[in-house]
């Protein structure tokens, strides 16, 4: 039962409890979507727009007179689906990177990582504005700028796991006894590098989702009329004044998610890799 | 023997810089479209393409342009912008003063309550402070920035207004711009008013791009501090007789500074890019919106200007971090 440990531990962190309920809860919202949405989140109702939260509209209404229930309800799907996209985008190549450097070390190791640190000289978001800027502003653009960006902490993560791993007498018999490369990189070296992977993967999707949430809000991301949370926000910031709803509800969902991810990527870490604390 | 390990960063920070600009180049190289039409517009006759083209080299082979492009960054020329045909790193220089203004204040405030929410809550664990700084510290990593700068703003200058809404000063109110930071050139033109108005501006801007930085800190510090008042050189001081404060702040606070001080180098990434969330919701007049706008214009000049300037500002910072760690532990000079 000894795989079962990590699980039971998750479960007895509170906040790891919290952080799981609260993704779940987002979760459950997204895949619901359609049954839970009260009003078509893009049915515009001029006579209706910039309405406070009421019984027929429990989070009021946009400038469009749609429904901000409904559009932060579909939002939820996009959000996870950036996450999603976005890790993946940055895991599996930064990991790759992460072995090779770690594994094979001298100047391929130098190559990798120096480009590595080029990637990240530049501030995270500016980066993923300049690829979006190459790219186009559109959803899938952001989670490949977002996915981009994140590439070096994965590699790094990964290689100093790696180098510490090759190490290990384990490794080295399996070595000695013929194992070609592939077979000790993936079978051997990877599961045990896989405990740090997990959690900053899991506090990655919250940083994913805030940063593609911010460039939806510069206008750089989705693009209207898509019920993204931050492209709500950015229509809301207009009305700020006299309709202050219109940002604060898909504000709070972007906030709730994220936070979701911390909570569960904290448990994970104490859970996973207590020397990871310091992080 | 420090010689040695500050010679290997500098140089270190060289192949950086030199790895930035190329990125940026070939960067710019992908955007779809010429340079040369960008810069003249869909009108110019094709021999003012063909001239303007020469001029910048465009007919050259790669390596030969990305040679040029790096002789003119060595001069400190940006290149012009698409928009109105100003230098670049004049446009840029008028701007940064204004986020470091915006940027030094947010460090200032989330270095001293973030270490001192850290300390306090380490200095009693579990304590109603603890629980409630911790969670708030929670809350704040976990905040959109641009979310909670609207939230204060409609709070603080819209429902309750004891804070002004956007900008730096009143209009009209503008000092002469002699070092470009609003809280020196008010002092400077001899106005008390104008600066506690100046001040006032700061406020909100900084404090929404404060949280981030100060709840990580926080955060850190609490867990450095914890490790460190466990360690036997706190029991013998106290069991000198020193006092708790000295305990605390000389004996364990020191040598809790060390990851503090790195998340701080980390920290600066984030408050830059903070700056451009925080810059464009407060109609502050900085670099980070700057940046924005210009993508919005697709002066791609200005945005691969902006970018520079940001990744060097990093990297010397870092540098500067990479220093100050080697200052607090000898250990890194020897062994760096």
Known sequence: MAEWEP????????????????????????????????????????????????????????????DILSRVIYGARISILIGLI????????????????GYFGRRLDSAIMRAMDMLLAFPAIL?????????????????????????????RIV????????????????????????????????PNALPPIIVYATLGMGTAVLQAAALGFLGLGAQPPQPEWGVMLSEGRQYLQIAPHVAAFPGAAIFVLVLGFNLLGDGLRDVLDPTLRSM | MPLGYFGKRLLH??????????????MLRMIPGDPARLLLGEFASAEDLARLRAQMGLERPLPVQYGLYLGRLLQGDLGRSLRNGAPVASEIGQRLTATAELAVAAMLIATVLGIAAGVVSAVRPYSLFDTAAMLLALLGVSMPVFWLGLMLMYLLAVRFPVLPLMGRIGMG??????????????????????????????????????????????????SSMLEVLQQDYVRTARA??????????????????????????????????????????FSWPGLGR?????????????????????????????????FAYAALDPRIRIHG
């Open chain 1, 7 to 66: 699980v039971a531990g998750l479960l007895r962190s509170k906040s790891a409890t919290l952080g799981l309920a609260l993704i779940a809860f987002v979760l459950g919202v997204a895949l619901l979507g359609p049954a839970l949405a009260p009003h078509d989140p893009f049915r515009t109702a001029p006579l209706e727009r910039l309405a406070g939260p009421s019984a027929a509209h429990p989070f009021g209404t946009d400038s469009l007179g749609r």
């Open chain 1, 86 to 101: 976005s890790v993946s985008i940055s895991l599996f190549p930064g990991t790759l990177l992460g072995l090779v450097a």
């Open chain 1, 127 to 155: 980066l993923a504005i300049f690829i979006t800027a190459i790219l186009g502003p559109s959803l899938p653009n952001t989670m490949i700028a977002v996915g981009i960006v994140y590439i070096p902490h994965y590699a």
């Open chain 1, 159 to 190: 290689r100093s796991s790696v180098l510490a791993l090759k190490e290990q007498l384990f490794v080295q018999a399996i070595a000695h006894l013929g194992g070609g490369h592939g077979r000790i990189l993936f079978r051997h070296v990877l």
């Open chain 2, 13 to 26: 920070l060289a192949f950086v810089l030199l790895g930035v600009s190329l990125i940026v180049f070939l």
């Open chain 2, 173 to 222: 109110n503008e000092p002469e711009a002699l070092t470009g930071l609003m809280l020196v050139d008010t002092l400077l033109a001899g106005g008390l008013e104008a600066f506690l108005e100046a001040l006032e501006h700061l406020v909100l801007p900084a404090f929404t791009l404060a949280t981030v930085p100060m709840a990580i800190i926080a955060r850190i510090t609490r």
């Open chain 2, 240 to 281: 000198k007789g020193l006092e708790e404060s000295v305990v605390v702040l000389r004996h364990a606070l020191r040598n809790a500074l060390l990851p503090i001080v790195t998340v701080l180098g980390l920290n600066l990434g984030l408050l830059l890019s903070g700056a451009v969330l925080t810059e464009t919701i």
């Open chain 2, 290 to 322: 700057y940046v924005v706008d210009s993508l919005m214009a697709r002066d791609y000049a200005a945005v691969q200007g902006c970018i520079l300037v940001f990744a060097v500002i990093m990297a010397v910072i870092n540098l500067v971090v990479d």
